[in-house]
């Protein structure tokens, strides 16, 4: 119940196309869902971060999309550069939760390749 | 922005020998900070949680004994790797909760190497 489920594995996107990567969740305690960024040899980080009591959140190229019903969520990169070519994952969090120091649960991530 | 810091970036260590990883949050204070490894083309694994003052908890399968966390202060936690091993060899990444806010920020990783 624990696991957030990342697709697709790997991505390849031509120069100003979108890039979509999808991620579920089965945790309903949940309550927070952010996407981070990891270029080779560096740690991830923060890209963009949603609550589910919104639908849609942008920032710039980016945009999350989140489907409470379904337990879905999806990270949308319009205009995708050469530079965005990075690993991304999604994350789930129960923020509430006071044992185990509140964890991040990762999905497996998923590798973009943005060709020019 | 919220900075996190980690002292070695790479560092390569004969086998049985132990190696210690710094991680600093710079411009906040973290009361928890967590301990990651990943290896190539996967996902992140947490290995530990630190709480500044207290024992760390460490997940199912990590060895406490043979990965040694201490968080001393508000803005400081260290990883200690002990009679390293060559599967040991990996990409550690630590991260900090801001005490103030929610956020949790992660340092630029240390690529552990043992030969």
């Known amino acids: 119940q624990q696991q957030v489920k990342q697709s697709p594995q790997s991505l390849i996107v031509q120069k100003g196309g979108i890039s979509i990567i999808n991620c579920a969740y089965e945790n309903t305690a949940f309550d927070y869902f952010p996407w981070y960024q990891q270029f080779p040899g560096k740690g991830p980080a923060l890209l963009i971060a949603?609550?589910?009591?919104?639908s849609e959140k942008k920032e710039g190229r980016f945009t999350i999309s989140f489907n409470k019903s379904a337990k879905q969520f999806s990270l949308h990169i319009m205009d995708s550069q050469p530079g965005d070519s990075a690993t991304y994952f999604c994350?789930?969090?129960?923020?509430?939760?006071?044992?185990?120091?509140?964890?991040?649960?990762f999905g497996t991530g998923t590798q973009l390749k943005v060709e020019l | 922005g919220a900075v996190v810091s980690q002292h070695p970036s790479w560092v390569i260590c004969k086998s049985g020998t132990s190696v210690k990883i710094e991680c600093r949050s710079l411009?906040?204070?973290?009361?928890?900070m967590f301990w990651y490894r990943q290896f190539p083309k996967q996902s992140l694994m947490l290995m530990a949680t630190s709480n500044e003052g207290s024992k760390a908890t460490y997940e199912q399968g990590v060895e406490k004994d043979k990965f040694l966390i201490n968080h001393a202060s508000l803005t400081l936690s260290t990883l200690t790797v002990t009679s390293a091993h060559p599967e040991d060899s990996s990409f550690y990444i630590c991260?900090?909760?801001?005490?103030?806010?929610?956020?949790?920020?992660f340092g630029p990783g240390t690529r552990l190497t043992v030969t």
């Open positions: 949603i609550r589910p009591d919104v």
């Open positions: 991260s900090a909760r801001d005490r103030a806010a929610y956020e949790q920020y």
């Open positions: 411009d906040f204070q973290a009361t928890t």
């Open positions: 994350a789930a969090i129960n923020r509430a939760f006071t044992g185990g120091g509140n964890k991040l649960t």
